[in-house]
C-alpha cells in the first residue's frame, strides 16, 4: 500500500531554514508527480511546491518562490522541500503528497513554525 512519511519540521526563528523530507514506500516512486502541501489553522489546504516524476520540472507557489525549493532522490524513494528566509506565514502542517491512480495519498503531515 502507498506510504509517506514526513520530517523534518520544527520551531524555528524567522529568517532560518528548515528541511522537510518525505519517505515514500508501496508504489513505483520514480513515476510520479511528487507534492508539498500546507495547511495553517483555519485556512485551507495550499499547494506548494510539485515536482515532476524524473525532478526535471517544478512549480511553486507564488509565496514561496525564491525561498523553496523542491527535490527528490528516486534511488531513495524520497521527495524534499527546503525552505529557507522562513517567515511566520510559512507557520502550517506540511504534508506530502501524490496522485497514484484512483486515488490521492497524504502523509501525517509535519509542523512547521515560525515564531520569534
Known amino acids: 500500500q502507498v506510504q509517506l512519511v514526513e520530517s523534518g519540521g520544527g520551531l524555528v526563528q524567522p529568517g532560518e531554514s528548515l528541511r522537510l523530507s518525505c519517505a515514500a514506500s508501496?508504489?513505483?516512486?520514480?513515476?510520479?508527480?511528487m507534492n508539498w502541501y500546507r495547511q495553517a489553522p483555519g485556512k485551507e489546504r495550499e499547494l506548494v511546491a510539485s515536482?515532476?516524476?524524473?525532478?526535471?520540472?517544478?512549480e511553486y507557489t507564488d509565496s514561496v518562490k525564491g525561498r523553496f525549493i523542491i527535490s527528490r532522490d528516486n534511488a531513495k524513494n524520497r521527495v524534499y522541500l527546503e525552505m529557507t528566509s522562513l517567515k511566520p506565514e510559512d507557520t502550517a502542517v506540511y504534508y506530502c503528497?501524490?496522485?497514484?491512480?484512483?486515488?490521492?495519498?497524504w502523509g501525517q503531515g509535519t509542523q512547521v513554525t515560525v515564531s520569534s
Open positions: 508501496g508504489f513505483t516512486f520514480s513515476n510520479y508527480v
Open positions: 503528497n501524490t496522485f497514484v491512480r484512483p486515488a490521492n495519498y
Open positions: 515536482i515532476s516524476s524524473v525532478g526535471g520540472t517544478t
